[in-house]
C-alpha cells in the first residue's frame, strides 16, 4: 500500500527530527564526558596536592620504628570513589585508604595522570621525588556519571517527539491544502466539465500547473465542441434529403409492378431507414455527449416507459414480442430529464428486440422498487464483453442489424446522469438470456431512492 504525500512527509520529517535529535544526545554525550573528564581530573590533583602535606604530617609525628609500617585510616569502612596511596621512592607503601589495595598501584612514581586498569591516576612527589601520594578514580565513574546525564535528555525526547509530529502533521496539512486543492478541481474534471479551474491564489510553484490544465481542458472543450458540431449538424442536415429520398422511393415502390426493379427499389429503402436510423442515433449520439442540464425536472417512469412502447409500436418491428409489468404499487418519480430517460429506455429496448431470440418475447417490468428491469432470451454474454459492446460502433454476436451506437448513447446518458445501469447474463432466475437493470445511482443522486407519490422537486 503506497502512502500518500502529507503520511510521506509525516514520517520523513518526524524521522528526521528524530535522527537530529539521537545525534544532538550522542554530540552531547561526548561534551559531557570531555567536560567531566576535565573536572574530574581537577579534583583529581587537587585531592592529591590537599592530602600529601597531610600525610606528611602525620609521618614526622610518628617515631622511627613505626615510619615504615603501613597504616590505614580509623574511620569506619564507607564507599570511596577516590582512594590513595603514600609510597616511597622505592615504592613502599607508607599509607593508604581503607580501600586501597595492600600491593602498590600498577602505575608508575611519575608525578601526572596515567590511566592504568580501569582507573585514573594522579601521582604528586614531595621532598625532591622522595614521597610520592597517588589517587586514584574507577574511569567506570566517569562514564557512568555522562550517561546518566545523557539519559536525562530522553524523558523530554519522549514528550517532544508526539507533540513534534502533531505539530508536523498539522504543518503539512496547511501547507499542502492547495495542492489539495488543485488535486480535487482536476479529478472533478471530466467529458461532462470541462471547464476552467479558475485558481487564482495559488502559490507560484503551482500556478503554472494550474495554467497548463486550464490551456488543455480548453484546447479538449473546443476539439469535443467541433466533433458534437460536425456529428450533430450532419446528422440534423442529413435528416431532410433523408426523409425525401425515403418518400420519393416511397411513392416509386407504390408505382412499380411486381419485379426486379421494384425489388430494387425495396432495397434503396431498406438501405435509406438504415440511414435515417443511423441519422437519429448520431443527433442522439450528440446530445449524451453534450453536458448535462442542470435541471430539477421529475419523470414519472410508468408514463415515459408507457410513452416509449407505443413510440414502438409504429417504427419497431417486433413489437408484438414486447411484454409490459407494472408491479410498483406507487408511481415512482425520478430527478432525471424526460428525455434523456426516454432515450435510455427506447435504446435498452430497441437492443432486447434486436439481440434477443425472435421467437420470444421481451419482458419490461417497473418492479416494486421501482426499478426498471428489460429481459431478453438469448445466448449468455460474458460481463467483459458488455464494456466492449458500449463503444461507438461496436456490434454484437447475434448478426442482427444495427448502427452499433444504441449502447454508447445509453452509456453516456447513464454516465452523466442519476441513472445507474447494470447487465447480468444469465438473466435473473433464467439459464439464458440477458437482463439489464435500470435503477437511481444514491451516489449521483440526491435522492437515495425513487421518489414515489408525486414530484416533490421543484426550484
Sequence with gaps: MRLGLPTRLVFVLTGAMFAIWILAAGSAFYVISHELDEVFDSALQETAQQLLPLALEGLEERDDDDAQQVKTDTIAPHEEYLIYQLRTSSGAILLRSHDAPETPFPTDLSPGFDNVGGYRFYTEAAFQNTYFLQVAEKTGHRRKAAVEATLGLLPPLLIVMPLSAILIWWIVQQMLKPIGRLQRLIGSRDGANLSPLGLTDLPPDLAPIASSVDRLLDRVRRTLEAEKNFTANSAHELRTPIAGALAQTQRLISELSDGPNKIRAHQIETALNRLGSISEKLLQLARAEAPAPNTREVSDIAVILKAVLDDLAGTQSGYHRLSLKISAKDTPFWPVDADTLGIVLRNLIENALRHGDPNEPVTVVLDETGAVRI????????????????????????????????????RALVDRSALRLAFFSPAGGQKSGVEAVLTLDPLKSKEAAPLLGGPPLKS
Design 375 to 410: 429481459v431478453n432470451q438469448g445466448p449468455i454474454v460474458p460481463p467483459d464483453r458488455f464494456n466492449d459492446l458500449a463503444r461507438p460502433f461496436a456490434r454484437g454476436d447475434s448478426g442482427a442489424s444495427g448502427t452499433g451506437l444504441g449502447l454508447a448513447i445509453v
